[in-house]
């Protein structure tokens, strides 16, 4: 008889330990770019799309606010970003790369296929993988609204 709650048969586990040992293989490649993993996310949100509202970003990664402002913060802080206020709506906040920030964006190119060779998976295995996780977390998502 198979035990339905062995550790070693829980998606969650399986999903948390891929987690972190993505985020731990990151780790070394974005030191290099003064990088944090959470910070490189909204890097990758403004690089794939400069002008970013603080709301828009925060649904793109899933986070809330309290959570981005310090990530934010951050990041400005070390000259990557700059936080502009709209001028038709003050209370809205958008999010812009300096030029520091775009030109990281070249620096950072190879991480990807960096990652992706250190899994020793092929460009299709990852690329099934990826797409079975976003249906798992889009999922999971419907599953726990109320």
């Known amino acids: ?55 828009e970003i925060c649904t793109e990664l899933g986070l809330d606010t309290g959570t981005l402002s310090p990530l934010l913060k951050r990041l400005e ?15 809205r906040v958008e999010i812009h790369l300096t030029a520091t920030g775009r030109t990281l964006r070249d620096r950072a190119q190879d991480i990807p296929r960096r990652l992706a060779d250190s899994t020793g998976m092929s460009e299709p295995e990852l690329a099934a993988l990826r797409e079975a996780l976003v249906r798992v977390t889009r999922a999971l998502q419907l599953s726990t609204r109320p």
């Open 77 to 91: 802080g070390i000259g990557l970003i700059e936080r502009r206020r709209l001028s038709t709506d003050e209370r």
């Open 1 to 55: 008889m198979t035990d339905e709650l062995a550790l070693d048969r829980q998606v969650c586990f399986a999903l948390y330990s891929a987690s972190r040992a993505a985020t731990a293989a990151y780790r070394p490649l974005l030191e290099d770019l003064g990088l944090t993993y959470p910070q490189y996310l909204v890097m990758l949100t403004l690089w794939e799309r400069d002008g970013r509202g603080v709301r």
